[in-house]
Every structure is written in structure tokens, then in C-alpha cells.
């Protein structure tokens, strides 16, 4: 088991244990002070492998780099949103951004191209120099609703990344879950998603998935043990109920055929 649960429950699924390689979850910290960020840990750090300081909020929050400590010193990996990478790319200022990282102490980065345009062999080399020195996330799809990105681009976008050093892709949907992998309703682009699987293997994938529907979604279509992100800090404990089965979205999932038949 991953953790000594409060009581040992018969047919839980196995959950895999820090440092995880598979069944990840990757939190969305968009500015929360740094009491709410003692308060998450206290609940929650057990099941907290990536915690993303979202977007720009790192610049303008206050206690950022006590943050940091606080979530390293969990044995939890940070990093600062794409969208920054994207700011100081956009204003050329790389070394700028790698100054700013590691004044923040991060030994972590994410790499992506979701709000400018940015050529696919350029955006590899910065992983690759990237991927020298920090745990390098990329980030594949458009922030932009209703943008389409062809499924084999996709899979050709994801795999050249991993090629050039990321630890793992991240399957773009936006804090809203609206946009890349999913229609702009919240509900799943199956299509894509059963193609690029076809191709890259889950385990080096991460899926945004905000909305509880999505994080059900996966969880059912891949195990308890798959990598999501863009978790909300308050759904770190409600995420691992519906891997364990131990809500109602997910109740049947792991249990016996007998058990399912029971009527009580």
C-alpha cells in the first residue's frame, strides 16, 4: 500500500509509492499563502508529487521561496508554471528565467508553447539544455478553446519531447479543463486520447485533468495508478478516494463480481 491507511480495507488497489514514476498527481498552487501551503502538506503531502506554482503567480505572490522550501522539504518536486517560461521567452529573456529558478531553488521546470508560438525544434532545444540541470515537464497543446492540433502531431510533439530529455509530457487542458484533451463542454477528446496512447506510453504522460469528471475519466480508462495534474489544493484527498474506490464515481471499480451482485 502507499500509505498506512486509517484501516486496512479489503480490495483497495495498490498504489504506488514516493518517489512515484507512475500515478502522479501534480497540484495547481495558484497563489496560496503560506499557512494554506502548511495546511495542504499537513493533510495531504503523502499524495502530492508535483505541486506547480501556477502560471504567473510566482511573481506576484508573497513567501514564494519559503513555499518552495516548504514543499522541497516534503520531498515534493516544484516548479513554476509555462506560462512564465512563456513570459520570459517572449521577452527573450532565458537566462533571465534560469536566474529566476534558481533563485527560487526549483530543480524543476516546465517547457511549453500553449500561449506563443514557438518552433518545435527551438522548444526541444530548451528542454534539452533544461534537462541538463533540472526534472524538465513539457507541456503539449493550445490554451486557446477550440484550437485543433492534428492527433498525429500530438503523438509526434510528445515523443520528440521526451527525446530531448523531458521526465514526462503534460496533455494540455487549462486550469479549466476546456481546451487540448478535452471539448470545450469538459467531457473527453476520445479520439485523441486512445491515439496518442497508441503510441506513447502512459506512464510518460501527465493529464490535466481539473474537473472530477475528468480525473474519473482516467481513472476508470487507466487505473488507479495514472498521472493527472492541475489538481486543486482542497482535491488532493478527494483524488486519491476515487484511485482507492472509495467514492461514489469510482465505488465498483475494484471490487469483486460477488460484491457487485450483493443487495443489502
Known amino acids: 500500500m502507499a500509505t498506512n491507511?486509517?484501516?486496512n480495507l479489503s480490495h483497495l488497489p495498490e498504489r504506488t509509492v514516493n518517489p512515484r514514476k507512475n500515478g502522479v498527481t501534480m497540484v495547481m498552487d495558484k497563489g496560496i499563502s503560506l499557512r494554506q501551503a502548511e495546511d495542504m502538506l499537513a493533510s495531504s503531502s503523502d499524495y502530492i508529487d508535483f505541486v506547480k506554482l501556477g502560471f504567473g503567480t510566482s511573481i506576484v505572490s508573497k513567501n514564494v521561496k519559503e513555499k518552495v522550501k516548504l514543499y522541497k522539504?516534503?520531498?515534493?518536486?516544484?516548479?513554476?508554471?509555462g506560462t512564465l517560461f512563456e513570459a520570459f521567452i517572449v521577452r527573450n529573456k532565458f537566462?533571465?528565467?534560469l536566474k529566476y529558478i534558481d533563485d527560487l531553488k526549483l530543480d524543476c521546470a516546465e517547457v511549453s508553447d500553449g500561449s506563443i508560438e514557438l518552433e518545435h525544434d527551438v522548444k526541444c532545444e530548451y528542454i534539452s539544455k533544461l534537462a541538463k540541470n533540472y526534472t524538465v515537464l513539457s507541456e503539449v497543446g493550445s490554451k486557446e478553446e477550440g484550437v485543433i492540433i492534428h492527433p498525429a502531431r500530438w503523438i509526434k510533439m510528445m515523443e520528440s519531447e521526451l527525446q530531448a530529455g523531458?521526465?514526462?509530457?503534460?496533455?494540455?487542458a487549462r486550469e479549466s479543463g476546456t481546451t487540448g484533451i478535452f471539448h470545450k463542454n469538459g467531457s473527453a477528446h476520445t479520439m485523441l486520447i486512445n491515439?496518442?496512447?497508441?503510441?506513447?506510453?502512459?506512464?510518460?504522460i501527465i493529464w490535466e485533468t481539473p474537473q472530477k469528471s475528468q480525473q474519473v475519466y482516467f481513472i476508470k480508462l487507466f487505473g488507479c495508478n495514472v498521472n493527472v495534474g492541475n489538481i486543486g489544493v482542497d482535491d488532493v484527498i478527494p483524488l486519491e478516494t476515487l484511485r482507492l474506490g472509495l467514492r461514489g464515481d469510482t465505488f465498483f471499480t475494484y471490487l469483486p463480481e460477488e460484491m457487485k451482485q450483493?443487495?443489502?
Open 166 to 172: 523531458a521526465f514526462k509530457v503534460i496533455a494540455e
Open 195 to 204: 491515439r496518442i496512447v497508441n503510441k506513447v506510453k502512459i506512464e510518460n
Open 5 to 7: 491507511y486509517n484501516f
Open 95 to 97: 537566462d533571465d528565467y
Open 73 to 81: 522539504d516534503a520531498g515534493i518536486k516544484v516548479y513554476v508554471g
Open 262 to 264: 450483493q443487495t443489502l
